[in-house]
């Protein structure tokens, strides 16, 4: 994120622009009712010190005079402005409390559209925008919620247009005097909005180092984790650091939260030193004569409005708060938005028929000084099943996010039927494509929603549901479920029921399956039965190739039970290909594979 130096005013200039978006009418209602606001006790003022002006001179000639009837009508003015005040004020702070929610809204539209929409994943491991997010992710927090700093304006703003027609009023008694409360007020505001902004930024933005505090929590009080915190006895240990976290925090709140004094004082000084000028002046010129009594009154009730505009308040604070994170927001929405690709061709339809093909590809993480593909060449024939072996953090896993797009190569192309991947519109690559990760989410939804994820406008069509079911056996284990296909997979609902490893891993295969026979062309697999005993891994790999006969299909897999039977194997080391061919040839090569075949046959064996 660029530091400003001036958040206060870029956020409360983002605000101006992002008003009308919500609404034209409500913006130009919330400007006017601002107006009206700032008038209506300017009216009141300058009537009633006229009409305290007036009273002498109407005692003096009596009732029914025309001195009299001039003081009615002042006092009318005055009691009409203010009637007219209350009712204006209800309308300008009800507008302004739809008008922030409505801003909260954008802005999280905002950030959640700009985060969904990058074609791969590698924005959410960038630390800015992780700590914009989490930022963001707070906006329901109460200090710096833009809601508040909209009806911090909606108090603030009135007030100040209010101060600065007193001032102008003074100008009338003294020029010189209008002028000092004219310049002194925007100087004051400016100052405490800055020293706001200073303390919300912070006490209030503090998101990267809250980082761990947060995500202790999460760990203390979420279910998966649960388990080993408590078999391994650690909530005492993360209890204490969570707290001695928290009171670091605290600390820091309480050192920073206080207004500076070398900015209060001064200001409060500069404030008190320009009313008492002007008391005495006002009272100076009063006792000489040099101002009429009523002149004099308005004057009096103009200063009077300098005390009661407040820059110190809790809506200027939460004006200055609220505003902060609405610049960084906006600006990742223009920042992931100009990282989208262009679209400039397109995939044969069926793609791919003849090859995928990795042509030199070099990819490294963002943020990682070494590549973890170099140079890698890769064939893979349409129609045939590929399997990726290797030893742990060889760069499988890596390799089948490049074909799924989640990352783009730093180097070199993938192409299929010889389009390359990076010019294809990435939805309608991933139409062709179904993939299982190892990582593979656990949806606390429903066991139809878990199948039919990867392809859901087809969740309805029971039947099919079933089909890609059988085959991995959990047919009867969803039969036998509280509400079949209907019961949420997670027992943090009522009705809902979890599952065992192995029966989660066969949803989720069920959930690949599902996309096949919705049309998917490209299979991956990672480490697909990973939880299953070898035999019933062995049962299910093998139904897999059966019903996924002359689809691409790419796995990777520790179990060379499950490799020998793919058509074709690469082993792959340091982010390169070293071997390359059928499970016989690499048994006769004698090579990496032979060996770790043999090994793990022998262990099997034993
Ligand atoms: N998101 C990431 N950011 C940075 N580095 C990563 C990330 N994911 C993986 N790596 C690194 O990339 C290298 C390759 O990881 P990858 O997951 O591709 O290996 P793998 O061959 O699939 O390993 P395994 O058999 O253990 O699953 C590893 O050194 C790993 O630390």
């Known amino acids: 994120m660029t530091p400003s130096k001036f958040p206060a005013a870029r956020g409360l200039l983002a605000v101006v622009r992002l008003l009308p978006l919500i609404s034209r009418p409500r913006t130009a209602l919330f400007a006017a009712t601002t107006v009206l606001v700032a008038a209506f006790p300017l009216v009141m003022t300058i009537a009633t010190g006229l009409l305290v002006g007036q009273i002498p001179a109407a005692a003096e000639a009596g009732p029914g005079s025309p001195e009299a009837r001039e003081a009615y009508v002042l006092l009318g003015v005055g009691v009409a402005a ?104 925007p100087l004051v505001v400016i100052a405490m909005q800055n020293e706001y902004t200073r303390i919300g930024k912070s006490v209030y933005m503090r998101s990267t180092e809250m980082r761990e505090n947060e995500y202790l929590r999460d760990l203390a009080i979420t279910a998966e984790p649960a388990k080993e915190l408590r078999v391994w006895g650690m909530m005492p240990w993360l209890l204490g650091r969570f ?66 505009f407040f820059a110190f308040d809790d809506n200027a604070a939460f004006l200055s708060y609220g505003v902060l994170p609405i610049p960084g927001i906006l600006a990742l929405d223009g920042k992931l938005a100009a990282e989208e690709r262009e679209v400039t061709a397109v995939l044969p339809d069926g793609a791919p028929v003849e090859r995928i093909r990795f042509e030199r590809v070099d990819f490294a993480y963002p943020g990682a000084d070494r590549p973890v593909i170099e140079s890698l060449d890769l064939d893979i024939e349409a129609g045939t099943s590929l399997a990726i072996v290797g030893h742990n953090g060889a760069g499988k896993t890596s390799l089948v996010k490049l074909l799924a797009g989640l990352y783009e190569p730093t180097g070199g192309k993938i192409t299929m039927d010889g389009v390359d991947l990076a010019e294809v519109d990435p939805a309608q690559w991933r139409t062709s ?172 064996a034993r």
């Open 82 to 185: 203010l009637l007219a005040l209350r009712l204006v004020s209800q309308a300008h702070q009800t507008n302004a409390r739809n008008l922030g929610r409505d801003l909260e809204l954008l802005l999280q539209d905002r950030l959640v559209s700009a985060v969904a929409r990058p074609v791969g994943v590698a924005h959410l491991e960038d630390d800015d925008i992780l700590a914009l997010l989490r930022i963001a992710r707070q906006l329901g927090m109460d200090y710096i919620r833009p809601e508040r700093a909209i009806q911090g304006l909606a108090a603030i703003a009135p007030e100040f247009l209010s101060a600065a027609g007193g001032s102008i009023v003074l100008c009338f008694f003294n020029v010189w005097i209008g002028l000092a409360w004219l310049i002194g007020w």
């Open 243 to 308: 707290d001695r976290l928290s009171d670091e925090h605290l600390e820091h709140t309480e050192r920073n939260q206080g207004m500076r004094a070398r900015v209060a004082l001064p200001v409060i000084a500069a404030l008190l030193v320009l009313t008492s000028v002007t008391a005495v002046a006002l009272v100076d010129a009063g006792v000489n004569g040099l101002v009429g009594f009523g002149a004099l009154a308005v004057y009096v009730v103009a200063l009077q409005k300098m005390f009661t």
């Open 433 to 604: 494509l179904s993939a299982l990760f190892q990582d593979f989410t656990r949806y606390q939804l429903s066991v139809r929603d878990n199948i039919t994820l990867g392809a859901p406008h087809l969740a309805g069509d029971t039947d099919r549901i079933w089909k890609a079911c059988e085959p991995m056996g959990i047919r009867d284990l969803i039969e036998s479920l509280p509400d079949g296909l209907d019961t949420v997979l997670s027992s943090e609902y009522a009705d809902g029921t979890d599952l065992s490893g192995g029966q989660w891993q066969r949803i989720a295969l069920a959930r690949a399956l599902f996309a096949v026979q919705a049309g998917a062309k490209v299979l991956i697999l990672d480490e697909p039965a990973a939880a299953l005993d070898v035999r019933a891994e062995a049962e299910l790999y093998e139904q897999f190739l059966n019903i996924t006969a002359g689809l691409t299909t790419i796995v990777i897999s520790h179990r060379f039970s499950t490799v020998r039977r793919a058509d074709r194997i690469v082993v792959l080391d340091g982010g390169a290909v070293v071997e390359d061919g059928s499970h016989d040839e690499l048994m006769a090569l004698g090579g990496r594979y032979a060996d770790a075949f043999t090994l793990q046959a022998n262990r099997l």
